[in-house]
């Protein structure tokens, strides 16, 4: 089953009505309540064996990991969390020792984040687990920063650094909250995005909604040192560009800000300008011989293949 | 492993913050935004084997159940739907046409009712059917109903007729949407819940937020014709009382409001008094013969027996 185009059919059936104002193919829904009442929505459902394996990971990271990739999704639209929905399928043989260690890591987190869980669904049932939370926010700046947005001109530009995040990153990672707030504070972000299925896969979705292209200097890509823990079936280039996972924000802003935000740039998590957008649509990697396509380079799941969101 | 202990653990664990004024606990929370902005939102998961059977049930239904469950909820704060978050993790053997014809189930319902599906996350994975829903809506008459808020003296009302509704009315019921927007403004409604584990069980969960008790007219109750296609192992009144899934309102009034509202009720749905609040906080069935104590008799969910509703 082609999850994509499954996504892309239900996304063409569904139009938007207020108060939805931004709807299906984003990180997060856009409701505006008023003209000075602006929601975001995102949810994420993540599933044993898909997204974690319950007999290696401690279930505080599982339920972390929950809350974390709506976190981050958030981040991604310049908003800061408000409430969270926390709707779950406990295995009855995981019991409920596993049952209060997975709450602990999820309340925990939440409460770090001042995230008020404000409601949920708890069942327990013979299958795997599957958690669904639906994550509300609003946005730091006032309004929104959508995918659709980038302009030909801007800097292309990456916070942290990518790859390798399948050897534990992927449960750890931290949102870019907090770096998103000092950011849509200080420049005008055009166009915005956190990299799930990869950089070179994300940067095609944000191009499309926008309506670009780029082209990506591949020496300036910061690749995590994390790559050097997994087996070298690919180069750490190729990891960085498709590994997934990473929940760094991916962005565009006008060339002019530019040099004034990253001189300037004084909080732990680095931004790096990785490349330009262009009005042209093509996506290009520049390597120090030449041009090449940049392919949206599939992210085939480590533990299954067969993950996708609606969301994204 | 006992769910409504953990819910418990956990609603105990989870304090509440602006905008956020009614969490969990209620049949959907509240969201203040501003004065005038009052959002409520529901959220419930539905599991393949524990809510339907995908072997048995056509796929349109189920996905209009998972939506028409989370309607009951938002009907049972006095509110209308706005945009709904459909989080699914589909079963790769049933194919891309299960999933349309699922999806169809669920669009076709959602457009009829005019909720935005806002977003969601598509997943297929070789585990069961699972889908989450997060509904949001806004209260009919301005301020949403609560399950606290019954006072001695109101009269308890029920709409429609309880019981019998695995007989396959649970697939195909009618949230009790048009029949709230009349009520709240026609009276103050003073507390309500849709019963989707009981009457009895839900009316237990009533009093206990409202801090009173009740006298039930056990010959007042509605019984369901559909009590009558299933076997005989309980009487019809204990089907009415504790069958589930009839995602009838139950709801309070006080009693000078009661005789206006039932003599000129026109609804095709009809509304019945079956009882009285008290101040003493026992719950008591009255019946030919004298009273006895009502038991919250827990809904044995024929499938499985393990469902849990963490907004209950």
Known sequence: MAEFELI???RRRCGIAPPVTIGIGDDAAVLQHTAAT???????????GVDFLV???????????????????????????????????????LGRPFADRFFAGLLDYAAAESVTIAGGDTNTWRGPLVCSITLLGEPVGGRPVLRAGAQPGDWLCVTGACGGSLAGRHLTFTPRLQEVAELVQRVTVRSML????????????L????????????????????????PPIKT???????????????F????????????????????????????????????????EPLLPLGWTHALD?????GAR
Chains 1, 2 share one sequence.
Do not use: Y
């Not at 998590?269 to 390597?287: E, H, Y």
């Open 236 to 250: 750490p280039l190729q990891r960085a560009l498709s590994d997934g996972e990473d929940f760094e924000l991916l």
């Open 305 to 309: 293949g067969s993950h996708g969101d």
């Open 194 to 205: 956190d990299i799930s299925d990869g950089l070179a896969a994300d940067l095609h979705h």
């Open 38 to 48: 602006t929601e975001v929505v995102t949810t994420d459902m993540l599933m044993e």
């Open 252 to 291: 565009t802003i006008a060339a002019e800000d530019g040099p004034g935000l990253l001189q300037s740039w004084r909080h732990a998590t680095p931004i790096t300008r990785i490349g330009v957008i262009t009005s042209s649509k093509g996506c290009w990697l520049q390597t120090a011989t030449g041009q």
């Open 8 to 10: 892309a059919d239900i």
């Open 207 to 230: 191009l499309k909604e926008s309506g670009v292209g780029a082209i990506v200097d591949a020496a300036a890509i910061p690749i995590h040192a994390d790559v050097a823990l997994l």
């Open 55 to 93: 007999d290696e990971v401690a279930p505080e990271l599982i339920g972390r990991k929950c809350l974390a990739v709506n976190l981050s999704d958030i981040a991604a639209m310049g908003a800061k969390p408000t409430a969270a929905f926390v709707s779950v399928a406990l295995p009855i043989a």
